[in-house]
């Protein structure tokens, strides 16, 4: 399923951002979803995911109580709403949809991944 990531940018350290996913020309219906974010030569990690459903969430201890992932049904979309944000949440953010039950937390479980979108965080 082709995935594309929107809403990255520049903000402040303890600013908020929201970058939401969804399906050019596709759609997510049915796909458990997950946020991943790499820095340039390190090892890719994970965010958080959300079941099909929505009611199954997973997040990486790291952003727990700062990022909220959320699923539109109706608007067919993926958000990650990050709040408090910190300079070590500056990443590139990757989609991912999986076809595999449940939230996932495991890179290779995903089977389609967007382009990335970039989020700087300033001190």
């Known amino acids: 399923v082709p995935l594309a990531e929107s809403g990255g940018g520049l903000v402040r350290a303890g600013g908020s951002l929201r970058l939401s996913c969804a399906s050019p020309g596709g759609t997510l219906t049915g796909y458990a979803m997950g946020w991943f974010r790499q820095v340039l030569g390190k090892e890719r990690e994970f965010v958080a995911a959300?079941?099909?459903?929505?009611?199954?969430?997973q997040y990486a201890e790291s952003v727990k109580g700062r990022f909220t992932i959320s699923r539109d049904i109706a608007k067919d979309t993926v958000s990650l709403q990050m709040n408090r944000l910190k300079p070590e949440d500056t990443a590139v953010y990757y989609c991912?949809?999986?076809?595999?039950?449940?939230?996932?937390?495991?890179?290779?479980?995903?089977?389609?991944w967007g382009q990335g979108t970039q989020v700087t965080v300033s001190s």
């Open positions: 991912a949809a999986s076809e595999r039950v449940g939230a996932r937390t495991a890179g290779f479980d995903y089977d389609s």
């Open positions: 959300i079941n099909w459903g929505g009611g199954g969430t």
